[in-house]
T-cell receptor
Framework: RKEVEQDPGPFNVPEGATVAFNCTYS??????FFWYRQDCRKEPKLLMS???SGNEDGRFTAQLNRASQYISLLIRDSKLSDSATYLC????????????FGSGTRLLVRP | NAGVTQTPKFQVLKTGQSMTLQCAQD?????MYWYRQDPGMGLRLIYY???????DKGEVPNGYNVSRLNKREFSLRLESAAPSQTSVYFC???????????????FGEGSWLTVV
């Protein structure tokens, strides 16, 4: 079983739609959680950190459920420019330098 | 505003050849990393350097060596390339350890390596 699991998609949605991705992690001792965005043939970039109380950044909302060990990302009012792969990332408690990356969920936003 | 720069961007090697991927960061970061990314898999840590003068194995170190040349530079060497090392390699850096949500890891643009 992968340590961080994501639905690979693709999620194909029209502009303006709301779309949600989930991610599950297996290590209950995980410490920190993030969503990264990766455009085609580009490097990953931090989209947002995920806090225990949930957090919002514009059209993006991230939620953490420690009891069920899953993280979610909600994108409202999707834009064409949101088309990318979204990586769920977990930092385990036992290392200050290691991140565990999910394989990503691909989002396609169509006109 | 360069950030993390890695070279070469593309390389084709024959099985058994050696090569070094170069990486430099201009953010005065203490920690540097090498990852590989394969289709259907998340990025996997090959080696990391918590600070100048130290290196440690990550998840998939076999077949690779690294050198933290100075605070800015962290190179990855393939001594005898194998087809299984065909991948996209990303160098990254962070100010320090990744504890806490405030410390971000920054990636270079990637190096596409094909071993035939």
């Amino acid at each position: 079983r992968k340590e961080v699991e994501q639905d690979p998609g693709p999620f194909n949605v029209p502009e303006g739609a709301t779309v949600a991705f989930n991610c599950t992690y297996s290590n209950s001792a995980s410490q920190s959680f993030f969503w990264y965005r990766q455009d085609c043939r580009k490097e990953p970039k931090l989209l947002m950190s995920v806090y225990s109380s949930g957090n919002e950044d514009g059209r993006f909302t991230a939620q953490l459920n420690r009891a069920s060990q899953y993280i979610s990302l909600l994108i409202r009012d999707s834009k064409l420019s949101d088309s990318a792969t979204y990586l769920c990332v977990v930092k385990p408690l036992d290392s200050s330098y290691k991140l565990i990356f999910g394989s990503g969920t691909r989002l396609l936003v169509r006109p | 505003n360069a950030g993390v720069t890695q070279t070469p961007k593309f390389q084709v090697l024959k099985t058994g050849q050696s090569m070094t991927l170069q990486c430099a960061q201009d953010m005065n970061h203490n920690s540097m990393y090498w990852y590989r990314q394969d289709p259907g898999m998340g990025l996997r840590l090959i080696y990391y350097s918590a600070s100048e003068g130290t290196t440690d194995k990550g998840e998939v170190p076999n077949g690779y060596n690294v050198s933290r040349l100075n605070k800015r530079e962290f190179s990855l060497r393939l001594e005898s390339a194998a087809p299984s090392q065909t991948s996209v390699y990303f160098c990254a850096s962070s100010e320090g350890g990744l504890t806490g949500t405030g410390n971000t890891i920054y990636f270079g643009e990637g190096s596409w390596l094909t071993v035939v």
